[in-house]
């Protein structure tokens, strides 16, 4: 148990497909991230929310698309994504921004076709 | 912005030996993790050290700052260590950059 959940652990989607990426932090955290791990490639920082405000957009894709209703949910709205975009996606949280540990979910494998 | 190198990038040892993993860093840090992703992809914090040495059962970890790289321990290593370890800091950019990692294989 991690204090942060992540839903659908595995995901396939075709081009055209409308999906959403769900995370969820029991820990009373109030920064929550969202990183891509593709193969052979090390974590890449996507966006970053503290206080339910975006504070890190690291030039990504419109395709993906953050939402953060409130501190402890945190979602990705997938859509006409490409292939290249199939990776590991993993949800993290931490006290705040730049402050502390940072806690990972298990991750949502997504495959694109 | 920050460079993190990880070495080595590939470690196979037999159960039971003891193994070091470093991480350098380009720049001064405010944050310094070390992970474990188990084959399932989930990362395991193993220890928050901006600085100075910390134990945890067969693992610890040392960072010297000044000198900007960290340290990881592993002793009698086990089947279950397997896996990648990451290490990852933060100049006060409120950013957590990861390196490359290092790929620890604990043969039986």
């Known amino acids: 148990e991690t204090g942060v959940t992540q839903t659908p652990r595995h995901l396939v989607m075709g081009m055209t497909n409308k999906k959403s990426l769900k995370c969820e932090q029991h820990?009373?955290?109030?920064?929550m991230y969202w990183y891509k791990q593709s193969a052979k490639k090390p974590l890449e920082l996507m966006f970053v929310y503290n206080f339910k405000e975006q504070t890190e957009n690291n030039s990504v894709p419109s395709r993906f698309s953050p939402e953060c209703p409130n501190s402890s949910h945190l979602f990705l709205h997938l859509h006409t994504l490409q292939p290249e975009d199939s990776a590991l996606y993993l949800c993290?949280?931490?006290?705040?921004?730049?402050?502390?540990?940072?806690?990972f979910g298990e991750g949502s494998r997504l495959t694109v076709l | 912005g920050i460079q993190v190198e990880q070495s080595p990038p590939d470690l196979i040892l037999q159960e039971g030996a003891n193994s070091t993993l470093r991480c350098n860093f380009s720049d001064s840090v405010n944050n310094l993790q070390w992970f474990h992703q188990n084959p399932w992809g989930q990362l395991i914090n193993l220890f928050y050290i901006p600085s100075g040495t910390k134990q945890n059962g067969r693992l610890s970890a040392t960072t010297v700052a000044t000198e900007r790289y960290s340290l990881l321990y592993i002793s009698s290593s086990q089947t279950t260590d397997s896996g990648v370890y990451f290490c990852?800091?933060?100049?006060?950019?409120?950013?957590?950059?990861f390196g490359q990692g290092t790929t620890l294989q604990v043969k039986p």
């Open positions: 820990l009373g955290h109030n920064a």
């Open positions: 993290a949280s931490s006290q705040h921004r730049g402050a502390g540990e940072l806690f």
């Open positions: 990852a800091v933060d100049s006060n950019t409120g950013k957590l950059i």
